[in-house]
């Protein structure tokens, strides 16, 4: 079974500039989440689908960041201008469905991004 | 405000011995918890979990233990092996959504 898919692996911009995410979770999975990781901290959750449409965004900061699943599988996250502090490794990861009673998430490899 | 604490940054333990990581929560009304393992360069892989109406859950050499009245749960791992070498997350999760702490350092040292 194929594992959660992320591109790019890793990205450097400048500040002001716009960067965007690619993510193809696993076959099937419906919940799909995009987390942001700054460098010693935990995962935090941005944003999360269920199928196409959100769940869960309210982390996210709308003024600069945009996700969609417009088909329900694959996602994209955009950063638009991005800043300094945006520097991170952003994480998809997917589940079954919206019923977490394991809990369990399935994580891709991540993207780190750099704002210089 | 963090809802689930990871104190230490780092521990080392010998090979073969038991390595034990701490997490403290402070919302009563999470269901279940989770543990993680995250090697470098990728992302985290679910190790364990916990229902919040169970006190202990084994599965091979790692055990999770809670203390709903403490706030605070516990892996156990028995013995180490140096693959355990990671950074280990502790998370909580209600019907919604997971939080995770910051994680610990494992160094399992030869």
């Known amino acids: 079974e194929a594992g959660v898919a992320q591109s790019p692996r890793y990205k450097i911009i400048e500040k002001r500039q716009s960067v965007a995410f690619w993510c193809n979770p696993i076959s099937g999975h419906a919940t799909l989440y995009w987390y942001q990781q700054i460098l010693g901290q935990g995962p935090k959750l941005l944003i999360q689908?269920?199928?196409?449409?959100?769940?869960?965004d309210s982390q996210l900061p709308k003024d600069r960041f945009s996700a969609e699943r417009l088909k329900g599988v694959d996602s994209t996250l955009k950063i638009q201008p991005a800043k300094l502090e945006d520097s991170a490794v952003y994480l998809c990861?997917?589940?079954?469905?919206?019923?977490?009673?394991?809990?369990?998430?399935?994580f891709g490899p991540g993207t780190r991004l750099t704002v210089l | 405000d963090q809802q689930v604490k990871q104190n230490s940054p780092s521990l080392s333990v010998q090979e073969g011995r038991i390595s034990i990581l701490n997490c403290d929560y402070t919302?009563?009304?999470?269901?279940?918890f989770l543990w993680y393992k995250k090697y470098p360069a990728e992302g985290p892989t679910f190790l364990i979990s916990i229902s919040s109406i169970k006190d202990k859950n084994e599965d091979g050499r790692f055990t999770v233990f809670l203390n709903k009245s403490a706030k605070h749960l516990s892996l156990h791992i028995v013995p180490s092996q140096p693959g355990d070498s990671a950074v280990y997350f502790c998370a909580a999760g209600g019907w919604d959504k997971i939080i995770f702490g910051k994680g610990t350092r494992l160094h399992i040292l030869p």
């Open positions: 919302n009563s009304m999470f269901d279940y």
């Open positions: 689908f269920q199928n196409n449409g959100v769940v869960d």
């Open positions: 990861a997917s589940s079954l469905d919206l019923e977490l009673a394991t809990g369990e998430q399935f």
